[in-house]
C-alpha cells in the first residue's frame, strides 16, 4: 500500500512539476516555422499544457494499492502503460527513427512512425516486439499511398494513424531519401507529395485499401468522432483535453480513444485517463530525451513517464487504469461571479452552520447519453425549423401521406367494424369493453388480423404468434436491434444511403452501424458480401443487414428479382438475418414483386411492417415477422417474436389498444390493403411522374448535361434523388427556401459513413400538381443560381 508519506511527496511533486512547467513552458516543444504562423495541431498542445497545468489529482483514501496495474489492452494487444510514443520527427537526431523503435519496445509500448522515415519499415519493425505504427498522409497518388500501405502491413506494423485536416503542420525543407516511398534521393519538400488537406473522402479510401487498424486524429469534435467510426476507424485520437469528455462519451468504448499533445508527466497521463481516453501520445519528453541520450536517453524518459503514472495511480489509489474516471480530477468550479464553489463552513461560516443553497448547476451535455451529441438527431429538428421559418416555401422534404385521402368519420367506422367482429368472434360486451380500455397483451391483440392481411396482399404466410404488434415500425427496429446485438463487436449492416431511423436506433443502443453504399443502379451483393468479409477480418461479427428492397427511402431504388434471390442466399450462407422494410409497395402503382419475406425459405428474414402510409400515420402501429426459431439452454425452441415481446414488456408495455382497433377495423373493412390503396397509389404515382416532367422541362437534357444535374426515375414509393455540382448543404437548403421558395432534403442525412454531399431528395407524396408544377419550376431556377456560384 502507498504510505502517507509517499502520497505527500507525490503531491508536493506535482505542484512543484506544475509550477516549473508554467515558467519553462512557452510553447508545445515541437517545430515551429520562424516567422509563421503556429499550426493548429502545436496551438492544442499547447492548450493541452495549459489545461494539464491547471487540474489536479485527489488523493485516495488511506490503504490504496501501492503497486497499481498500469497495463492496458488496446487494439487487441497489451502494453505495459496506456501510452504511444510519437509520432517522431525522422530529423530530431540521426538514427533517432531505430532508437525509439527500439527503446520503446523494451517499454512495452508501441512507437509512431512518420511515413517519410529513413529506415524502412522492415528495419524498423525487425527491432520491436511491439509492433509500431504508421503515420500517414492524403497522398497526391493513390499508387504511392497503396504502396506505402502494403510495405508497412507486410513489415507487421500495428496501425495507421490519419490526420484529417491541412498539412500546414507538416515540416518544409529537404529530407534524406524516404525509405519507404521510392524516392531515389532527397525530398525537396515531402510537401509536394501531399494533397492540400485530408478529408473523409481519404479515411474512408484508406479503410477500403487496408485492414491494418486505422486511427484518425485531429478529431475535434463529438460529431467528428461518431463519423469517424461510422467511416470504419478502429480508433480515434483528440487534440484537445477539453473536449475529451464529450468526445469519449459520444464515443461510449466503440472504439479506443487517444489524447495527443501536451503530455508531459505520469500525472498528465492519469488526468487523460480520467477525462475519458484509453491512451496518451507522448512526443516532446521523448524527443528531449533523444537529443540529449539518443536511445538511453529515450529509455529514460520513458521509464520516468511510466514510474510517474504508477505514482499517480497510487496516490489517487486506483487500482487499474481501467479504474480511473472524472471523480479523480480535481479542479474549481467557477461560477460567473469568480467566486469559489466551495461549502459554507469552508468559506469562513461558523461550524453546524447550515450552508446556503446554491442554484443547481446545468446539466452537462457530455454526462448525458453520446447519442444526443448525433447529428444525426438534428437532422429533422433543422428541416421542421427550415419548414417553420419559410412556411411559404414549397417543400418536397416531408415523406407523408396526402392528406386529402383521410376522412375523420372512417375512423369511427372502422373503429366499430373491429368491435363486430369481436363479438361475431363470440366475445362478451365486457371483454369487447376490455379489449378497448385495457393494455392488452404485449405482442399484440390484432395478430390473427395482420397475419390473415400479409397472407392476402403480400403473400407472407406465416402463424400469427411470429407477429408482434409495435408502436410503428421504429419500435419494430429498436426491438430486433436489442435482441440481435448483444456486444460491440456484433455489427450492424445498411444499405447506404439508408432510412435515418435504423442508424438513429443503433446509435441509441450503442450498436456499430456499418454501411453498405448503393451504386448508380441500387444495391450489390458483392458489395455486401465484401463488407461481411471485412468485418470478419477485423474480428466483428456482422448480424444483420438492414434493406428497403422497394422504392426505397431516400433514394427511390428497387431491389430487381435477380438481386433478391441473391440476397437471401448471401444471408443463409453467411448466417446473418436481412431486415427488410418495405412500406411504399402498397401505396406504389403496377404490379410489384414479391417481397423477401414472401421468399424466405430459410427463415433468414425479419419483415418489419408499418401502416403508416397504408392506412394512416397517427395510427402509430407497426409490426415485425419474427419467426426464427431460437433454442435456449435447455433445449427448448420457441420464435423470436416472442423475445422481442419480452424486450417491449419492458419499453411501450403494449401497443395503443385503440390504435390496433382502427387499424383491424380497416384490414377487416377493406378486403386487403392493395384494395384499399389503390386510389392512394395511383395518385402518388401520378405526382412522381409529374415531378420527373417538371424537371425534365425545366432542365431539358442539354442544359442539364452542361450543370452536371442528374436524377433518377423511381417507379413508384415516395423518393427520388438529384445529383447536383454544389454542396447540396444546410447552408444550400437555406438559400433554398430563404431566396427561391423551395424545400428539399439534403441526401448527406442519410449516409451513416460519410457521403451524399451532392444529392437532393424529393419527396412527391404531400404536394398537389398545382404544387408540384409550381415546385420544379422554383427548384430548377435555384439549381441554375447555385451551380453559378463561385
Same mark, same amino acid.
Given at each position: 500500500?502507498?504510505?502517507?508519506?509517499?502520497?505527500?511527496?507525490?503531491?508536493?511533486?506535482?505542484?512543484?512539476?506544475?509550477?516549473?512547467?508554467?515558467?519553462?513552458?512557452?510553447?508545445?516543444?515541437?517545430?515551429?516555422?520562424?516567422?509563421?504562423?503556429?499550426?493548429?495541431?502545436?496551438?492544442?498542445?499547447?492548450?493541452?499544457?495549459?489545461?494539464?497545468?491547471?487540474?489536479?489529482?485527489?488523493?485516495?483514501?488511506?490503504?490504496?494499492?501501492?503497486?497499481?496495474?498500469?497495463?492496458?489492452?488496446?487494439?487487441?494487444?497489451?502494453?505495459?502503460?496506456?501510452?504511444?510514443?510519437?509520432?517522431?520527427?525522422?530529423?530530431?537526431?540521426?538514427?533517432?527513427?531505430?532508437?525509439?523503435?527500439?527503446?520503446?519496445?523494451?517499454?512495452?509500448?508501441?512507437?509512431?512512425?512518420?511515413?517519410?522515415?529513413?529506415?524502412?519499415?522492415?528495419?524498423?519493425?525487425?527491432?520491436?516486439?511491439?509492433?509500431?505504427?504508421?503515420?500517414?498522409?492524403?497522398?497526391?497518388?493513390?499508387?504511392?499511398?497503396?504502396?506505402?500501405?502494403?510495405?508497412?502491413?507486410?513489415?507487421?506494423?500495428?496501425?495507421?494513424?490519419?490526420?484529417?485536416?491541412?498539412?500546414?503542420?507538416?515540416?518544409?525543407?529537404?529530407?534524406?531519401?524516404?525509405? $519507404?516511398?521510392?524516392?531515389?534521393?532527397?525530398?525537396?519538400?515531402?510537401?509536394?507529395?501531399?494533397?492540400?488537406?485530408?478529408?473523409?473522402?481519404?479515411?474512408?479510401?484508406?479503410?477500403?485499401?487496408?485492414?491494418?487498424?486505422?486511427?484518425?486524429?485531429?478529431?475535434?469534435?463529438?460529431?467528428?468522432?461518431?463519423?469517424?467510426?461510422?467511416?470504419?476507424?478502429?480508433?480515434?485520437?483528440?487534440?484537445?483535453?477539453?473536449?475529451?469528455?464529450?468526445?469519449?462519451?459520444?464515443?461510449?468504448?466503440?472504439?479506443?480513444?487517444?489524447?495527443?499533445?501536451?503530455?508531459?508527466?505520469?500525472?498528465?497521463?492519469?488526468?487523460?485517463?480520467?477525462?475519458?481516453?484509453?491512451?496518451?501520445?507522448?512526443?516532446?519528453?521523448?524527443?528531449?530525451?533523444?537529443?540529449?541520450?539518443?536511445?538511453?536517453?529515450?529509455?529514460?524518459?520513458?521509464?520516468?513517464?511510466?514510474?510517474?503514472?504508477?505514482?499517480?495511480?497510487?496516490?489517487?489509489?486506483?487500482?487499474?487504469?481501467?479504474?480511473?474516471?472524472?471523480?479523480?480530477?480535481?479542479?474549481?468550479?467557477?461560477?460567473?461571479?469568480?467566486?469559489?464553489?466551495?461549502?459554507?463552513?469552508?468559506?469562513?461560516?461558523?461550524?453546524?452552520?447550515?450552508?446556503?443553497?446554491?442554484?443547481?448547476?446545468?446539466?452537462?451535455?457530455?454526462?448525458?447519453?453520446?447519442?444526443?451529441?448525433?447529428?444525426?438527431?438534428?437532422?429533422?429538428?433543422?428541416? $421542421?425549423?427550415?419548414?417553420?421559418?419559410?412556411?411559404?416555401?414549397?417543400?418536397?422534404?416531408?415523406?407523408?401521406?396526402?392528406?386529402?385521402?383521410?376522412?375523420?368519420?372512417?375512423?369511427?367506422?372502422?373503429?366499430?367494424?373491429?368491435?363486430?367482429?369481436?363479438?361475431?368472434?363470440?366475445?362478451?360486451?365486457?371483454?369487447?369493453?376490455?379489449?378497448?380500455?385495457?393494455?392488452?397483451?404485449?405482442?399484440?391483440?390484432?395478430?390473427e388480423i395482420i397475419a390473415d392481411s400479409l397472407r392476402a396482399d403480400e403473400d407472407i404466410d406465416v402463424p400469427a404468434e411470429s407477429i408482434v404488434v409495435t408502436v410503428g415500425a421504429q419500435e419494430a427496429m429498436l426491438l430486433v436491434l436489442r435482441a440481435l446485438i448483444t456486444g460491440p463487436d456484433d455489427v450492424l449492416l445498411v444499405s447506404s444511403p439508408c432510412y435515418v431511423g435504423i442508424t438513429g436506433a443503433a446509435r441509441l443502443l450503442d450498436?456499430?452501424?456499418?454501411?453498405?453504399?448503393?451504386?448508380?443502379?441500387?444495391?450489390?451483393?458483392?458489395?455486401?458480401?465484401?463488407?461481411?468479409?471485412?468485418?470478419?477480418?477485423?474480428?466483428?461479427?456482422?448480424?444483420?443487414?438492414?434493406?428497403?428492397?422497394?422504392?426505397?427511402?431516400?433514394?427511390?431504388?428497387?431491389?430487381?428479382?435477380?438481386?433478391?434471390?441473391?440476397?437471401?442466399?448471401?444471408?443463409?450462407?453467411?448466417?446473418?438475418?436481412?431486415?427488410?422494410?418495405?412500406?411504399?409497395?402498397?401505396?406504389?402503382?403496377?404490379?410489384?414483386?414479391?417481397?423477401?419475406?414472401?421468399?424466405?425459405?430459410?427463415?433468414?428474414?425479419?419483415?418489419?411492417?408499418?401502416?403508416?402510409?397504408?392506412?394512416?400515420?397517427?395510427?402509430?402501429?407497426?409490426?415485425?415477422?419474427?419467426?426464427?426459431?431460437?433454442?435456449?439452454?435447455?433445449?427448448?425452441?420457441?420464435?423470436?417474436?416472442?423475445?422481442?415481446?419480452?424486450?417491449?414488456?419492458?419499453?411501450?408495455?403494449?401497443?395503443?389498444?385503440?390504435?390496433?382497433?382502427?387499424?383491424?377495423?380497416?384490414?377487416?373493412?377493406?378486403?386487403?390493403?392493395?384494395?384499399? $390503396?389503390?386510389?392512394?397509389?395511383?395518385?402518388?404515382?401520378?405526382?412522381?411522374?409529374?415531378?420527373?416532367?417538371?424537371?425534365?422541362?425545366?432542365?431539358?437534357?442539354?442544359?442539364?448535361?452542361?450543370?452536371?444535374?442528374?436524377?433518377?426515375?423511381?417507379?413508384?414509393?415516395?423518393?427520388?434523388?438529384?445529383?447536383?455540382?454544389?454542396?447540396?448543404?444546410?447552408?444550400?437548403?437555406?438559400?433554398?427556401?430563404?431566396?427561391?421558395?423551395?424545400?428539399?432534403?439534403?441526401?448527406?442525412?442519410?449516409?451513416?459513413?460519410?457521403?451524399?454531399?451532392?444529392?437532393?431528395?424529393?419527396?412527391?407524396?404531400?404536394?398537389?400538381?398545382?404544387?408540384?408544377?409550381?415546385?420544379?419550376?422554383?427548384?430548377?431556377?435555384?439549381?441554375?443560381?447555385?451551380?453559378?456560384?463561385?
Open positions: 500500500m502507498a504510505s502517507a508519506d509517499d502520497r505527500t511527496r507525490f503531491g508536493r511533486r506535482m505542484r512543484a512539476d506544475a509550477d516549473s512547467a508554467r515558467a519553462n513552458s512557452p510553447s508545445t516543444g515541437e517545430h515551429i516555422p520562424a516567422g509563421g504562423p503556429i499550426p493548429a495541431e502545436e496551438r492544442a498542445s499547447a492548450a493541452n499544457r495549459t489545461a494539464f497545468d491547471r487540474t489536479g489529482l485527489r488523493q485516495g483514501p488511506p490503504g490504496g494499492p501501492r503497486q497499481p496495474e498500469t497495463a492496458v489492452k488496446i487494439l487487441d494487444r497489451t502494453w505495459a502503460a496506456p501510452l504511444v510514443v510519437g509520432p517522431l520527427d525522422a530529423r530530431a537526431r540521426p538514427g533517432g527513427e531505430l532508437a525509439v523503435v527500439q527503446a520503446a519496445a523494451a517499454a512495452g509500448l508501441p512507437a509512431v512512425v512518420g511515413a517519410f522515415a529513413e529506415r524502412t519499415f522492415a528495419e524498423l519493425s525487425s527491432v520491436a516486439d511491439v509492433p509500431p505504427w504508421l503515420r500517414t498522409y492524403a497522398f497526391r497518388s493513390r499508387t504511392t499511398a497503396r504502396e506505402l500501405l502494403a510495405r508497412a502491413q507486410d513489415a507487421g506494423f500495428g496501425a495507421l494513424v490519419l490526420a484529417l485536416g491541412d498539412r500546414a503542420g507538416v515540416r518544409t525543407g529537404p529530407v534524406a531519401a524516404p525509405a $519507404n516511398l521510392g524516392e531515389e534521393g532527397p525530398c525537396a519538400d515531402v510537401r509536394s507529395l501531399l494533397a492540400a488537406r485530408a478529408d473523409w473522402s481519404d479515411v474512408a479510401w484508406l479503410r477500403s485499401a487496408t485492414s491494418l487498424p486505422l486511427l484518425v486524429a485531429g478529431v475535434r469534435t463529438a460529431a467528428d468522432a461518431l463519423r469517424a467510426v461510422a467511416t470504419g476507424a478502429d480508433g480515434i485520437v483528440v487534440d484537445s483535453l477539453g473536449a475529451l469528455p464529450e468526445i469519449a462519451a459520444c464515443v461510449s468504448g466503440r472504439c479506443p480513444v487517444l489524447l495527443s499533445g501536451g503530455v508531459r508527466r505520469g500525472a498528465d497521463v492519469l488526468v487523460a485517463l480520467a477525462s475519458g481516453a484509453d491512451a496518451a501520445l507522448v512526443g516532446r519528453p521523448v524527443v528531449e530525451g533523444l537529443r540529449a541520450g539518443g536511445r538511453a536517453g529515450v529509455t529514460e524518459a520513458l521509464g520516468g513517464l511510466a514510474r510517474e503514472f504508477a505514482e499517480a495511480m497510487a496516490f489517487t489509489g486506483t487500482g487499474t487504469a481501467a479504474d480511473a474516471g472524472p471523480a479523480l480530477i480535481r479542479t474549481a468550479y467557477r461560477p460567473a461571479d469568480g467566486s469559489a464553489d466551495v461549502p459554507g463552513d469552508v468559506r469562513g461560516a461558523a461550524p453546524g452552520d447550515v450552508p446556503p443553497v446554491r442554484a443547481s448547476r446545468p446539466l452537462r451535455k457530455s454526462d448525458l447519453h453520446a447519442s444526443v451529441c448525433d447529428p444525426v438527431l438534428d437532422t429533422m429538428n433543422f428541416l $421542421n425549423e427550415i419548414t417553420f421559418r419559410y412556411p411559404q416555401a414549397i417543400s418536397f422534404a416531408p415523406g407523408r401521406p396526402y392528406d386529402g385521402f383521410f376522412d375523420s368519420e372512417q375512423m369511427f367506422a372502422h373503429l366499430r367494424r373491429y368491435l363486430d367482429h369481436l363479438a361475431e368472434q363470440g366475445s362478451s360486451p365486457r371483454q369487447v369493453r376490455t379489449a378497448l380500455y385495457q393494455y392488452g397483451p404485449t405482442a399484440g391483440q390484432i395478430r450498436i456499430a452501424v456499418t454501411p453498405v453504399e448503393e451504386r448508380d443502379d441500387g444495391f450489390s451483393c458483392a458489395d455486401l458480401e465484401a463488407a461481411i468479409r471485412r468485418e470478419r477480418a477485423r474480428g466483428r461479427r456482422p448480424r444483420a443487414f438492414y434493406v428497403v428492397p422497394d422504392h426505397s427511402n431516400p433514394s427511390g431504388t428497387t431491389l430487381d428479382a435477380r438481386a433478391r434471390t441473391e440476397l437471401l442466399d448471401l444471408a443463409a450462407r453467411y448466417d446473418i438475418l436481412v431486415l427488410e422494410d418495405s412500406p411504399y409497395r402498397l401505396v406504389s402503382p403496377g404490379r410489384q414483386l414479391p417481397t423477401l419475406k414472401s421468399l424466405d425459405r430459410a427463415h433468414t428474414v425479419v419483415h418489419l411492417g408499418s401502416y403508416a402510409k397504408t392506412v394512416f400515420p397517427g395510427a402509430r402501429v407497426g409490426f415485425a415477422v419474427a419467426d426464427q426459431p431460437v433454442v435456449d439452454d435447455h433445449g427448448r425452441t420457441g420464435l423470436l417474436a416472442d423475445e422481442l415481446a419480452k424486450i417491449k414488456s419492458m419499453v411501450t408495455v403494449n401497443t395503443s389498444s385503440l390504435s390496433q382497433a382502427v387499424v383491424a377495423g380497416t384490414l377487416l373493412a377493406a378486403g386487403g390493403l392493395a384494395e384499399l $390503396n389503390v386510389t392512394a397509389a395511383a395518385y402518388y404515382g401520378d405526382a412522381m411522374k409529374a415531378t420527373l416532367r417538371g424537371l425534365d422541362t425545366h432542365l431539358p437534357p442539354a442544359r442539364r448535361a452542361a450543370l452536371g444535374v442528374r436524377w433518377n426515375e423511381p417507379t413508384g414509393g415516395f423518393f427520388l434523388n438529384v445529383r447536383v455540382p454544389f454542396r447540396a448543404d444546410n447552408a444550400a437548403l437555406t438559400r433554398s427556401a430563404q431566396d427561391f421558395g423551395v424545400i428539399w432534403t439534403p441526401m448527406a442525412y442519410f449516409y451513416p459513413g460519410g457521403g451524399g454531399l451532392h444529392g437532393m431528395r424529393l419527396s412527391t407524396s404531400y404536394l398537389t400538381p398545382a404544387e408540384i408544377k409550381e415546385g420544379t419550376a422554383r427548384l430548377a431556377r435555384f439549381v441554375e443560381a447555385e451551380s453559378a456560384r463561385p
